[in-house]
């Protein structure tokens, strides 16, 4: 894996540098009349009325991101409550979601703020696949017992973790009953491009060593009118995200709306009983979109060891099926 | 009167004027065993707490069992030195300066457990900066402080008629700079009525509060587990039964520090078996309040059927069985055996019965802390196995045993510095008996 | 370490070479076949849309396929032509994606059938291969209005073409989409065909929030059309349920950054209680230190006396 990761970074450099090399090497053959390429930014190219190049600002069309202060990331976005549903019948185990995650936030190969389980309530119910992104509930139980206000929610309904208020007590750990917080036991070993970045809560990178990491819900992509990173990542199309006061909820390709899918679906949250009021809803794996198995197909062998003690899998192996081609 | 005091000095401060070899030995042993503590700690604040056996799942291992195991002790010096105090128990006297030296140095020590746990050191402070009051650890800041401020207040009030005699004491051989070091704490007290009354009156102010600052700071220490969620923690009776459960181990560690100096000191005179008796009735009392308490939590969680309830039990029951049979009913059994038969009444008995209520109490600890943590609402799915099952390295062992040897080295300083049974209560049991038998000659 | 490091120079090699010969190349954009190695093969996205304003939003989106993977080609020159007349050489993004607003009133050349070619190029380079993409556009517009009557809101759109006379000669027979502009997407009301006189309408209903006052843009669109791609016209309305959007955010509650009042009076209450006894029984202290001194004073008088 990190052969083909090497060589592709290699040879994306190739292209650039090719790229760049072309600029330089050769006459530039254009209608306009002496305009510089600047690096994409915040300006978009705008062909005027007599064929002229101008630049317009990229805000016309979307929202320019910027560093948000881990001050500042204790507001949240105004006017804004973020909710997500995840559909169980969709998911087959494909752990884009998880890839994408640890790309997006450079996170290290063990860390998983977005797990897929292999679920099974009892012995006598069949099992289903259930991706866990952190709830973000509205009574969260981790805020509540945190001493020194490393972690918070804001008013967009976003938790986040605030690693340069954090003393790693781990009460926050302990507290949340659904294991969605990681915990940086060592050195994270940062990427070089990451240690010269400005923290901010809101991407959680870098990771510091000694505090706790979890699922922010992609707030950075969000200003900027993005969706969060497994929603598109998914290629099943298995997470929705939106914002409740829109009652909208959308997963890149299709779009619901989330009072009319909640009672279409009959959508639940995770053990509400526990009074913790999480902002994902799940959709029931009723009518599976595949059979359970294909998510045990083509796996990673130590992805796979994972479920070894489920009722299911152990119910494969005794009866000597298929398991794991 | 003077010969009295010589006598009482000599006997209780043994090592007062110079230290024995064996004294010298056993502290060095001590103090190695606590630099490989630290060397241990050196590793973690290097390395990360990688090096430790906490995981992602279990996240408090054996800094938090020995957090809450030397509070436990502490309070225990508390309740009994403060109730017996209030109920002007005679046969306390010999025994308070012992257990008022456990409160204060089992406090000094639980602390520092807390401290090896959080992830970053450098940011403690923000304890004090940023205090949240709705978390239960600022909670445990402010009382765990207020606690040590109190102990420390209600253990000096019990030096000063000490030190004073110590200070007025002319033949004691010791250099100029100690003498000096007793006349300054003794605060010029010279055993007028005046100031006799006040020390009194201040220490059953103490005393009262003592008792129930202890108790505030044990269930404020129990409702860090038992205002979470996780299956096992959330339990309304967590804070009664950490209360009780500090009191029992408290209680076994009194007794075996009074065999320890009653053995090394020849303390026979002092510390008598009536005292053992006595102490051992409490520790019987207490071991079946305990055993009460514990039988009630798991009988109510495995008779409701709840699922995380079971899951929990069964693994008690599977991956813990020996640990939970000893703390669960060696641990009460023994103690309520030796004590509750007369014949069976001896000190030697006593003690040893005291040493596996001791014991048991911190793997009674270890039950309640860490088997929560592996049996997790959304089950652990993972394959490395120090991630699904706690295994302390040898981090959290050394450490452990630094902070064991910590408070032998700490006690061994107070003893030789400070008479291990104090001198002013004893010698007023003493004139108040002489004043009994004038009055009975007559 | 020695075959890593041989490596390096060998990369650095490599691309010193590259640039001197591409620096030495007199057209320097036609000639790839010179190169020996097999080169990947690229795809160039390229979309279309024509915006409520009449702005023209051309996007392109280029990836080299590389073992059955997309890569986003980052800093890449490509290539915009209207009709065949390059108009723009814009960069790619960090998302390999370029973009060319073209302004309504640019006129645009036409082939015979009224529709004009748009197409973008990228050139590729020593190892990725060279690709191209282009759309053959028909204008169309779009104009939105709507009705309320009693309690039925209709949301209607004609689509109509413009003659070189300025006539408006409408559409029939095209799908046109009714959608509710949201944060990330846009939620679809319905949809219709557009009849003789190129006007469709939908029913909107009453339950879809808006903003405080309950605005919502409306959306029409004709989405993926053959001859059209994709063309959008909007407008705001009151149509939406007004939603106060600030949540029910109690300044005070256990998750919060203060406490609840009652937890404050509790601890105060609480702590001022016990530490006035401490401080209580250290002037008692204090008392017995002032009696001594007195004691010692009164002793030395008595042995001067």
Redesign the interface.
């Known amino acids: 894996m990190s052969v ?1 990761k090497k060589s ?1 970074r ?3 450099k ?19 009349s002496g305009n510089e ?4 930014g915040e300006k ?6 007599d ?1 002229k ?1 101008v630049e ?1 600002d990229k805000s016309s ?1 979307l929202p320019v991101g910027k560093y948000i202060s881990p001050k500042e990331a204790r507001q949240g976005i ?4 973020f909710v997500m549903v995840i559909d169980l019948a969709r998911c087959k185990n494909a752990r884009k979601c998880v890839e994408v995650c640890q790309a997006g936030h450079h996170l290290p190969s063990d860390h998983e703020w977005m797990k897929v389980y292999l679920m099974q309530d009892s012995e006598k119910s069949f099992p289903y696949w259930f991706p866990r992104p952190c709830f973000h509930c509205d ?3 981790c ?2 017992v945190c001493p020194v ?1 490393a972690t ?2 804001r ?3 976003i938790v986040l973790v605030d690693s340069e208020r954090c003393i790693g007590c781990k009460f926050c750990m302990t507290g949340c009953p659904y294991s969605v917080r990681v915990f940086n036991w060592k050195d994270p070993e940062t990427p070089e491009q990451d240690k010269i970045k400005k923290y901010s809560p809101e991407t959680g990178i870098p990771q510091v060593e000694g505090t706790v990491g979890k699922c922010v819900f992609c707030v950075d992509l969000l200003r900027t ?3 969060p990173r497994c929603v598109t990542g998914c290629p099943m199309g298995v997470i929705f ?3 409740i ?4 909820v ?1 997963n ?1 390709t299709e ?3 989330l ?1 009319q899918l909640i009672k279409d679906r009959t959508a639940f949250r995770y053990l509400e009983f526990l009074g913790t009021e999480p902002s994902v809803y799940y959709l029931p794996p009723t009518q599976r979109l595949f059979p359970f198995e294909r998510g045990l197909e083509d796996l990673d062998e130590k992805i796979l060891a994972r479920y070894k003690n489920t009722p299911f899998v152990l119910k494969m192996k005794n009866e000597n099926l298929n398991y794991g081609k | 009167m003077e010969n009295n005091l010589d006598k009482h000095i000599k006997a209780l401060t043994p090592e007062i004027e110079r230290t024995s070899k064996w004294w010298k030995l056993l502290f060095l042993l001590f103090l190695v065993l606590f630099l490989t503590g630290i060397y241990g700690l050196i590793l973690q604040i290097t390395k990360g707490h990688i090096v430790t056996g906490m995981r992602d799942n279990v996240v408090w291992g054996f800094y938090i069992v020995n957090f809450i195991f030397f509070m436990g002790l502490s309070y225990a010096g508390a309740l009994i030195s403060g109730a017996l105090h209030l109920f002007k128990a005679e046969w306390r006297r010999p025994i308070i300066r012992i257990t008022e030296l456990t409160t204060v140095i089992s406090l000094l020590i639980g602390p520092c457990f807390i401290l090896f746990c959080i992830g970053r050191l450098d940011r403690v402070f923000y304890l004090l900066m940023y205090p ?3 978390s239960p650890i600022t ?1 445990d800041v ?1 009382a765990i402080s ?1 606690d040590i ?2 102990c420390i ?1 209600f253990l ?2 019990s030096f ?1 008629q000490d030190f004073a005699k110590l200070r007025d004491y002319p033949e004691l051989k010791v250099g100029k700079f100690r003498k000096k070091l007793y006349k300054a704490p ?5 055993n ?1 009525p ?2 006799k009354h ?2 009194e ?2 220490k059953n ?2 005393a009262a ?1 003592i008792i ?2 202890a108790i ?1 700071v044990y269930s404020v220490l129990a409702w860090i587990f038992g205002v979470t969620l996780q299956p096992g923690w959330h339990s309304t009776i967590f804070g009664p039964y950490f209360v009780i459960a500090a009191v029992y181990s408290g209680t076994g560690l009194i007794i075996i520090l009074m065999w320890i100096f009653r053995k090394v000191y020849h303390l026979e005179e002092y510390i008598t078996k009536k005292h053992f008796i006595n102490i051992g009735v409490l520790l019987m009392i207490v071991a079946a309040f305990y055993g009460y308490f514990t039988f009630s939590d798991y009988l109510t969680k495995w008779y409701g059927s709840v699922r995380m309830d079971k899951i929990l039990i069964d693994k008690l029951f599977a991956d813990f069985y020996w640990a939970f049979i000893f703390s669960n009913y060696i641990g009460i059994i023994v103690p309520l055996i030796v004590v509750g038969f007369p014949k069976l009444r001896t000190i030697r008995n006593i003690t040893i019965a005291a040493i596996i209520a001791l014991i048991g109490l911190w793997v009674n600890r270890y039950l309640i802390v860490i088997p929560t943590l592996e049996t997790p609402y959304l089950p652990i799915q993972d394959i490395r196995p120090d991630w699904v099952r706690y295994t302390p390295t040898w981090v959290e062992w050394s450490l452990t045993i630094a902070g064991v040897s910590v408070f032998g080295m700490l006690f061994m300083l107070a003893s030789k510095f400070v008479p291990i049974v104090s001198i002013s209560e004893v010698t007023d049991d003493e004139k108040e008996d002489n004043n009994e038998k004038q009055l009975l000659s007559v | 370490m020695n075959t890593s490091e041989l490596l390096t120079v060998k ?1 650095t090699l490599t ?1 010193i070479i ?2 001197f010969l ?2 030495f ?1 007199s ?3 036609s000639a790839q076949d010179s190169v020996a190695a097999e080169k ?1 093969s690229s795809m160039l996205g390229f979309s279309y849309l024509k915006r409520t304003d009449g ?1 023209r ?1 051309l996007s392109a989106t280029a990836s ?1 396929v ?2 059955r993977q997309f ?1 986003p ?5 490509v ?1 915009f032509f ?1 009709s065949d ?10 998302a390999g994606k ?6 309504a ?3 645009q050349q036409c082939s015979d059938d009224g529709s004009t070619e748009y197409k973008a190029v990228y ?1 590729g ?4 291969e060279e690709t191209e993409s282009s759309v053959q556009i028909t204008d169309i517009s779009l104009k939105l209005n709507f009705s309320e009557t009693d309690s039925l809101r209709i949301a209607g759109a004609k689509a109509y073409q413009l003659s070189p006379g300025g006539d408006t000669i409408p559409v029939k027979d095209i799908t046109l989409i009714f959608a ?1 502009k ?7 009301i319905g949809e219709g065909t557009t009849d003789k006189s190129g006007f469709c309408s939908c029913e909107f209903p009453k ?3 808006g ?2 006052i309950g605005r919502i843009t409306i959306l029409v669109r004709i989405e993926e059309n053959e001859l059209y791609a994709n063309v959008e016209a909007s407008g705001i309305k009151t149509w939406g349920l007004p ?1 106060k ?3 029910s ?1 109690v300044k005070r509650e ?4 203060i ?2 009042v009652w ?2 009076i509790t ?1 105060f209450t ?2 001022t209680g ?2 006035a ?2 401080f ?3 002037f ?2 204090y ?3 002032r ?3 007195k ?2 004073k009164a002793k030395k008088e008595q042995l001067t006396v």
């Open positions: 083909n592709r290699d040879f994306l190739l292209g650039v540098i090719a790229g760049g090399t072309l600029l330089t090497g050769s006459v530039v053959k254009t209608a306009l390429d600047k690096k994409s978009v190219k705008m062909l005027t009325q064929g190049l317009v069309i105004p006017n804004r409550k009574n969260p139980m805020a509540s206000g918070y929610k008013t967009d309904g009118g993005e969706l995200f939106g914002d006061f829109e009652d909208t959308t890149g779009t619901f709306q009072s | 949240r009051i709705q909670w402010i207020t401020a109190g207040l000096y009030l000063i003794a605060l010029g007290y010279q007028t005046k100031q006040l020390i009156f201040s102010i103490m509060m129930a600052i505030i | 990369k691309y590259f640039s591409f620096v190349t057209t320097g954009l990947h702005v939003v080299a590389i073992n890569i080609l980052v800093n890449c020159q290539r209207c007349k390059e108009v723009a050489v814009i960069e790619t993004d960090n370029a973009l060319l607003l073209i302004d009133s640019y006129k050139e380079n020593d190892t990725i509710v949201r944060m990330f997407s846009n939620l679809k339950n879809i929030p903003d405080s939603t959007a600030t949540t955010f256990l998750w919060t950054e406490a609840p937890m404050i601890l609480m702590l016990v530490w006894h401490y209580y029984v250290a008692n202290i008392r017995i230190k009696e001594g001194k004691i010692e």
